[in-house]
């Protein structure tokens, strides 16, 4: 297990730019970004290149400046929309050399919602960048209500319905915790189908240990299934994040 920083969410205090400084000060190697389209993909990266990180992981598509919804992949009249926007997220993610891409569902329920997010998924799998892989998240109800990807059955559904290598499971231990009730059974059940872990504590995405999610048992089960990949802090800190890092002893 390998610990990452979400610089979306930590170190708040400080400008954008300025956090891939203390991430490496704090010992990280790796950072993820939930928006990076605000700036051009060249300062990203150099801010990366010059603190010795990798940047692994960002969203699709661009935030709807509008006010509307995070992300439209499962709304059937915004098929088209999709389309488009995702191929902005895949210049970005090729820009900066991005591992991996979570693609927002947003809001939505039934058969066909269900089968647009199948669709637009296949169709943005086999137009992807070669090493670039698509993930699907469930966000938890109350922190996005209505929100189409809201369950770990339903993610294993239409992973099964995409059916392609570079389509994979991204887990967060808050949002399981919030939907299932046992964040630790969560990532045993779905294990197989994990290629990238987020950390934060229930019920108010605060810093590992301070909520409801047993972090000991989560990490020991990490151990047990042989998980070599990226497990990154997504939490609100409190009010220093250098005092929020404790669980990258446990990795």
């Given at each position: ?112 919602a269900?089968q ?26 109350v ?6 990807m ?10 099964r ?5 570079n ?12 939907i ?10 779905y ?12 019920p ?25 990949g ?22």
């Amino acid at each position: 297990m390998k610990p990452a920083a979400n610089l979306t969410l930590l170190w708040p205090e400080l400008p954008y730019l300025d956090r891939f400084a203390v991430a490496a000060k704090a010992g990280f190697t790796a950072v993820e970004v939930l928006f990076p389209y605000d700036l051009a993909a060249k300062e990203t990266l150099r801010a990366c290149v010059a603190n010795g990180l990798q940047l692994i992981l960002i969203n699709a598509p661009p935030p709807n400046y509008t006010g509307g919804a995070q992300g439209f992949a499962a709304v059937p009249e915004l098929a088209a929309r999709f389309r488009a926007d995702i191929q902005r997220s895949f210049r970005y993610a090729t820009a900066l050399k991005v591992r991996y891409l979570h693609v927002m569902a947003g809001n939505g329920q039934g058969a066909l919602a269900r089968q647009t997010f199948i669709d637009n998924l296949i169709w943005a799998a086999d137009i992807a960048p070669k090493g670039l892989t698509l993930t699907v998240e469930p966000l938890n109800p109350v922190a996005m209500p209505g929100y189409f990807m809201n369950d770990y059955a339903l993610a294993a559904d239409v992973l099964r319905a995409v059916n392609r290598p570079n389509v994979r499971l991204q887990y967060d231990s808050y949002h399981a915790q919030m939907i299932h009730g046992d964040a630790v059974a969560v990532f045993d059940q779905y294990k197989d189908l994990i290629v990238h872990v987020q950390l934060g504590d229930a019920p108010d995405r605060s810093a590992p240990g301070t909520g409801t999610v047993d972090f000991p048992a989560l990490f020991a089960a990490l151990r047990r299934a042989g998980y070599r990949g990226w497990v990154s802090g997504e939490y609100v800190p409190g009010p220093r994040t250098e005092d929020s890092l404790g669980w990258m002893t446990l990795s």
